[in-house]
């Protein structure tokens, strides 16, 4: 599903990634940990196409597309999904019509009529229900002053909606209590198939707890330094990172 | 820097919006010759078999316009306009009057059904009456027959002469008396049509009054004169709406717009304005000089509401006297300026009477190489005890070749008074279309959803269809503009 080759992006000349290799195919679930700064949200951020970050080498594959020749808003029409880290406010902006003009436009560029309204409205019921979120949601604007939490949660909700091929989750359960963990981890499951994939990055076992990963990878210094199974990261909680540095650190 | 030139490149396709509505029609017009003199103003005035009266009180303006000087203080820069190449009277020949309109002029109906505002849709949508004000003769007049009945007036201007003339002549420039500036003086002197409103004693009026204007006369100057006068305890919801040809000269509109709110009354008047603005290189465009006040008496409130996006340069302060105790005068209002528009707008709310209240929401978008001012007075007279304001002035920049500026105007004469003002000027940021972009928006969809949840306190104030299409003209004047 999404193939990247030694991949390496800077931004205002300095080099962030150097050299990514990720393989993520349908019906899997990777998780990518590693200290804070190591590149885990300017991958996700050059994945999505971000225009901040130049791509200086290597290649990104997604369904058969190189993803270099996609705008960032034909990416997410093709189906990659970004939970942001940090969810940008849009003043005066509703969610349900954020929602609606997303929709839309990806219905708009696979040549399809809108959403009727009674569709879009079914479907954000569900979704909601699942999400455990209130009605009253839909009016706020967009993620002004939402709590962090509330913020994360619109993130799902938004995936939910858009239904994804891939979804980048960057550090969705910072900001979340254990409750609403749980039930974010829960949507996630539930929206998961054989034909859809997730990428997890998080800094913390707990939300692996509720969302099993196939492969755990650590990005450290803009490099993916180790991959395992889930036992990795059971083993980064309990040890961190400093053993993983020193195994990376030139021998002398 | 890479990020720089996206910019560019996105400024450069945004700005490649092009006027949607510009087109030329030739309907055959009866003009009087070019130019200004007594003689003119004489014959305007003939050809629309005005009382005595009425000339001696043009006659009055045009002495008193003579004296002036074009004024010089607003924040925009033009060349003068050539007072003697203007044609002021034009009315497009129409073979009778109609009787309804399926008897319109068809060309001018596909005029119409450029715009999208095809008077047939516009007759479908109930609850609308249309007065259609096409160069400077009302051509059309619907649902008239409905509002006579609450004894309701609404016709044109020079039709509210020749039958309701005692109601013309008590009104006509007490608000905005001819002597008040350089152009209510040049339209006192020459207007030619307009629109005229009576809402009776007690009588809501159950639908939104409604007039397009239209320039379409090439050279010709715009004239409008409105008088909208809602006797105690009325109320009326007004909408002007406009949009003209391209065109390569500048043309001139002066309008007054006059309202008197009598005890208890409340009128609410919105604007959509959207005149040729001028090419991309800054040429052409109409010059947009309006006067609009109000007068609110004891318990009445008046409401501004304007979304401006049209013309190269604007120059309009739609005020509010609150005259009377406990009345409320109210101010949003949306401009866009882009390429080479300069708009300097804004209000005047001046408080007289005690416990009068006013509310400023004053929202500026500017790209490309435009200018927008904002120029506000808040006036807190002696007497005026208790008396409020709030003003939010905000500016959204889009680029980095416009501008924007705020000057509010303060003056407090009564220490009960309270004045409060806050702005903002912000950029649309690179995050909030990232985010957008993420979720399948394209760009310039992105700009043109954060443009209306930013302008959305002042498009909740129009009516339904109005904030739709002011919606979409919001979207097609912002096209590709970035920053
Ligand atoms: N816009 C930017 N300008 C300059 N440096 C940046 C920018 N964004 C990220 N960086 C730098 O890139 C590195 C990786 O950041 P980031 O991808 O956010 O790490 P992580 O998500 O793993 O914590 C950090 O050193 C950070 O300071
Ligand atoms: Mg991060």
């Known amino acids: 599903m999404l193939t990247i080759k030694n991949l390496r992006a800077s931004i205002e000349d300095k080099e962030i990634l150097k050299g990514i290799n990720l393989e993520v195919k349908p019906g899997e679930v990777h998780a990518i940990m590693g200290p804070n700064g190591s590149g885990k949200s300017t991958l996700s951020s050059v994945i999505a196409g971000r225009e901040d970050y130049e791509v200086t080498a290597g290649e990104m594959n997604f369904l058969g597309q190189d993803l270099s020749e996609l705008d960032p808003e034909e990416r997410a029409h093709a189906g990659i999904f970004l939970s942001f880290q940090y969810p940008v406010e849009i003043p005066g902006v509703s969610v349900t019509n954020f929602l609606k003009t997303a929709i839309n436009e990806s219905r708009k560029a696979k040549g399809l009529e809108p959403m009727p309204a009674k569709d879009m409205l079914k479907a954000m019921k569900e979704k909601m229900a699942l999400l455990e979120i209130d009605r009253s949601f839909l009016s706020r604007s967009i993620n002004e002053g939402f709590s962090g939490g509330e913020k994360k949660r619109n993130e799902i909700f938004q995936m939910a909606m858009l239904e994804p091929k891939l979804a980048i989750l960057d550090e969705t359960d910072s900001g979340l209590d254990i409750d609403a963990l749980r039930i974010v981890a829960n949507g996630v499951n539930k929206l998961k198939s054989q034909d859809n994939a997730v990428v997890v990055i998080t800094h913390y076992q707990r939300l692996l707890d509720h969302i099993t990963p196939d492969f755990v990878h650590v990005l450290l210094n803009g490099q993916i330094v180790k991959s395992g199974d889930k036992n990795l990261a059971l083993e980064l909680e309990e040890k961190g990172y400093d053993w993983i540095k020193k195994e990376q650190a030139p021998i002398g | 820097m890479a990020e720089m030139a996206e910019e560019d490149k996105v400024l450069n396709e945004v700005t490649q919006s092009e006027y949607k509505y510009g087109f030329y029609t030739n309907i055959e017009s009866d003009r009087v010759p070019i130019g200004l003199n007594e003689d003119t103003i004489r014959r305007i005035s003939a050809k629309k078999n005005e009382p005595e009266w009425l ?96 004894g309701i007036i609404f016709c044109s201007i020079s039709e509210a002469v020749q039958e309701h003339p005692e109601l013309v002549k008590k009104y006509l420039g007490k608000v905005v008396p001819p002597s008040d500036n350089f152009y209510a003086a040049l339209n006192s002197a020459v207007f030619t049509d307009g629109s005229f409103c009576y809402i009776p004693k007690g009588v809501r009026c159950p639908m939104e009054l409604s007039t397009y204007f239209r320039i379409n006369e090439a050279g010709t100057g715009q004239f409008e004169r409105t008088l909208v006068i809602a006797e105690e305890s009325s109320y009326v919801s007004y909408l002007e709406g406009c949009t003209a040809p391209m065109r390569d000269e500048n043309q001139l509109h002066a309008a007054v717009v006059e309202l008197i709110a009598m005890d208890d009354a409340e009128i609410k008047y919105s604007t959509v304005q959207n005149w040729y603005p001028g090419n991309k290189e800054g040429k052409g465009g109409v010059y947009n000089f309006v006067t609009k006040r109000g007068l609110c008496h004891t318990r009445s409130k008046i409401s501004w509401t304007q979304v401006e996006t049209g013309s190269a340069v604007t120059w309009k302060y739609p005020s509010c006297i609150l005259k009377g105790d406990h009345s409320v005068g109210e101010f949003y209002s949306v401009a866009v300026t882009n390429n080479y528009q300069q708009a300097d707008t804004g209000t005047k709310m001046i408080h007289i009477g005690k416990n009068t209240k006013s509310t ?123 920053g």
């Not at chain 2, 003697?84 to 109609?98: D, E, F, N, V, W």
């Not at chain 2, 309804?100 to 609308?128: C, H, N, Y």
């Open chain 2, 55 to 150: 000339l001696t009180w043009r006659l009055e303006a045009y002495k008193r316009w003579q004296e002036m000087e074009e004024p010089d203080w607003a924040n925009v820069d033009y060349p003068k306009p050539d007072f003697q190449a203007i044609t002021y009277y034009a009315a497009p020949k129409q073979k009778k009057k109609l009787e309804s309109l399926d008897d319109l002029d068809p060309e001018m109906k596909e005029t119409f059904d450029k715009l999208g505002i095809s008077l047939d849709e516009q007759k479908r949508l109930a609850g609308v009456a249309v007065d259609v004000v096409m160069d400077s003769v009302s051509v059309a007049t619907t649902f008239k027959k409905k509002l006579g009945e609450l």
């Open chain 2, 360 to 482: 400023i929401i004053s929202k500026g978008i500017c790209a490309g190489h435009s200018n927008g001012s904002y120029r506000g007075l808040v006036k807190m007279g002696k007497k005026a005890e208790n008396a409020r304001n709030f003003s939010q002035c905000d500016s959204l920049l889009m680029g980095n070749s416009c501008g924007s500026h705020t000057f509010p105007y303060i003056e407090i004469d009564n220490k009960t008074a309270k004045v409060e003002h806050e702005a903002t000027t912000s950029k649309i940021g690179e995050d909030q279309i990232f985010y957008c972009n993420q979720r399948g928006i394209p760009t310039e969809e992105a700009i043109a959803l954060i443009v209306n949840g930013y302008c959305k306190e002042v498009l909740n104030q129009l009516p339904m269809e109005f904030a739709v299409e002011a919606q979409k003209l919001l979207a097609v004047s912002l096209e590709g503009s970035v």
